[in-house]
């Protein structure tokens, strides 16, 4: 019976030497899930890599990651690679939990601490570096990135994270501007005035940090109530301290009394309301 050629997908090996070149290949490999092999290199590195398109006669073998003996791996990373199906999580899965690599506002990021876990959801407050990963925007150029052991990461931008900061303990005046200190003094007089404090979750070009910013926001209410953007009203935002530790929230409130204390408690609202009229023993 004649096959169809539709079921017929191409010779595979059809002579004692096509037979030798495939067992001589295929004697020192370690087949790993989704189409990717694991060999040892000529150097004694290893190298992982994925298998080509059985569709595709012009493909082949793609170098993923190579692992050397001093301790060091290299990928070759793309855009398009890494935004192909599944192929992020590919990477992730062949590289220590100390490093992670992940897409954020279509930009592309490394994480990388040696012996620590950089994989958690929140607790992740040793965390004040990223590599950004420079690959084009469309094209399926290679970038060569390569993991260190004392931690540097080559082929990859650094960007360090901000300090954690605490305001002065001054009155509210002293840390505005002419304009907003004029602008909040109009409100103030016009009854329009609301301050409001309030705890914000942390992050660092995407991360969650575990950490928190506390501020104070100064309102305009009448702006606000006919304003159409999310800040409508705002007349300053005063960042009383920024990537804080959960631990620390009691310090900050005490804070935040101090630099409010001028402030009459008929413009205070929610929990600063209570925490200034509780200190003032009102």
Not at 1 to 13: H, L, R
Not at 66 to 84: A, E, K, Q, W
Not at 249 to 273: T, W, Y
């Amino acid at each position: 019976m004649k096959v169809p050629f539709y079921e017929s997908y191409g010779e595979t090996i059809g002579s004692i030497a096509v037979a030798k070149e495939v067992f001589e290949r295929e004697r020192n490999v370690a087949r790993l899930p989704r189409e990717v092999d694991l060999r040892e290199g000529e150097d004694g590195s290893y190298v992982i890599s994925k298998r080509k398109s059985r569709y595709n006669k012009d493909d082949s073998d793609t170098t993923l990651i190579v692992y050397t003996n001093d301790n060091c791996i290299h990928m070759n990373l793309s855009r398009v690679t890494l935004l192909g199906y599944g192929m992020m999580e590919l990477y992730n899965q062949y590289i220590p939990d100390s490093s992670l690599i992940y897409e954020n506002n279509q930009d592309l990021f490394m994480i990388y601490e040696p012996g620590k876990s950089v994989r958690g959801y929140y607790d992740n407050k040793h965390i004040d570096k990223v590599f950004k990963i420079d690959a084009g925007a469309t094209t399926n150029a290679l970038v060569n990135v390569s993991l260190l052991p004392d931690g540097e990461v080559l082929g990859a931008k650094k960007v360090k994270r901000g300090p954690s900061t605490e305001a002065d303990p001054k009155p509210l005046k002293e840390h505005l501007e002419k304009k907003h200190y004029t602008k909040m003094a109009k409100a103030r007089l016009d009854n329009d005035l609301r301050v409001e404090y309030s705890r914000k979750w942390a992050t660092f070009r995407g991360i969650s940090l575990g950490l928190y910013h506390y501020c104070i926001e100064l309102w305009s209410q009448k702006e606000y109530a006919h304003g159409r953007g999310p800040n409508s009203g705002l007349i300053r935002r005063l960042y009383v301290g920024r990537f804080i530790d959960d631990c620390d929230q009691a310090r900050m409130d005490d804070l935040a009394v101090k630099i409010l204390k001028d402030i009459p408690l008929s413009s205070l609202n929610g929990k600063i309301h209570d925490l200034c009229s509780s200190a003032r023993g009102a």
